[in-house]
């Protein structure tokens, strides 16, 4: 079955680049039914959108981190990435990515999930 | 955006109970509506997509409903593993949003 396995570095310091990757295994990025997707959630709250991409390159950004965020995809290593600039402390959240439906004719919604990886932004 | 309300926030259930979870949206967003379970330390994991559809896999005594702006989640009897923080998300439009949770605990 598909499987998401998000990397990267755990502690980021302010004002610089959060940068993660997730490695779909068992599934193909390639994939014209599926976006690929950034969630986060601080510390003892709730699930916030980051964006998502799709095979072709196109993405959708939460417009509270558009001016910051970028996502790409490699299909060459069936990954994609995020890139987070400027963090600061509010950036501090467990990051997941996750697999989300095209409506293609139904929307499956977001059905496989990393385990998540936590980043820390402090000096 | 469309914000999604749920409703209680927390509450306490036994065992056998039946428990109903309530998600309002702020607008109609058909049924493009999705629950989801998290426990602590853990991804979330869908139960629910298109407002009723169950996730293969799921046990059975959980069920969605609704259109629109009303949808609801029940679990018909509640299992010791069911204690755990459940969310909707709308894909109606983007950007992707989620209610704030409902955390089920044990009475």
């Known amino acids: 079955q598909v499987q998401l396995q998000e990397s990267g570095p755990g502690l980021v310091k302010p004002s610089e680049t959060l940068s993660l990757t997730c490695t779909v295994s068992?599934?193909?990025?390639?994939?014209?039914?599926?976006?690929w997707s950034w969630i986060r959630q601080p510390p003892g709250k709730g699930l916030e959108w980051i964006g998502y991409?799709?095979?072709?390159?196109?993405?959708n950004y939460n417009p509270s981190l558009k001016s910051r965020v970028t996502i790409s995809v490699d299909r060459s290593k069936n990954q994609f990435s995020l890139k987070l600039t400027s963090v600061t402390a509010a950036d501090t959240a467990m990051y997941y990515c996750a697999r989300d439906s095209v409506v293609v004719p139904t929307d499956y919604g977001m059905d496989v999930w990393g385990q998540g990886t936590t980043v820390t932004v402090s000096s | 955006d469309i914000q999604m309300t749920q409703s209680p926030t927390s509450l306490s259930a036994s065992v056998g109970d039946r428990v109903t979870i309530t998600c309002r949206a702020s607008?109609?967003?058909?049924?493009?509506l999705h629950w989801y379970q998290q426990k602590p330390g853990k991804a979330p994991k869908i139960l629910i997509y298109a407002a009723s559809s169950l996730q293969s896999g799921v046990p059975s005594r959980f069920s969605g409903s609704g259109s629109g702006t009303d949808f609801t989640l029940t679990i018909s009897s509640l299992q010791p593993e069911d204690f755990a923080t459940y969310y909707c998300q709308q894909s109606y439009s983007t950007p992707r949003t989620f209610g704030q949770g409902t955390k089920v605990e044990i009475k």
């Open positions: 991409i799709y095979y072709t390159g196109s993405t």
């Open positions: 068992g599934g193909s990025v390639s994939s014209d039914t599926f976006y």
């Open positions: 607008q109609s967003i058909s049924i493009y």
